[in-house]
């Protein structure tokens, strides 16, 4: 069995892959930033480069 070490982001509306080791977890669910695990309050996005998520 392999181990998943990589993962896209929760997020639905993102489109950034975050390595499982580093990623900010909530709920058991893996996102690369805290505006994405928070669900965007305030409406900021996650402020990687060529992703425009936002709620």
């Given at each position: 069995m392999?181990?998943?070490?990589q993962m896209k982001c929760a997020c639905e509306s993102?489109?950034?892959v975050v390595d499982v080791s580093s990623a900010v977890q909530k709920?058991?669910?893996?996102?690369?930033?805290?505006?994405?695990a928070s669900g965007h309050d305030g409406?900021?996005?996650c402020g990687h480069a060529g992703c425009h998520c936002h709620s």
């Open positions: 392999a181990t998943v070490s993102c489109l950034c709920s058991g669910q893996y996102f690369c930033s805290e505006a994405c409406g900021s996005g």
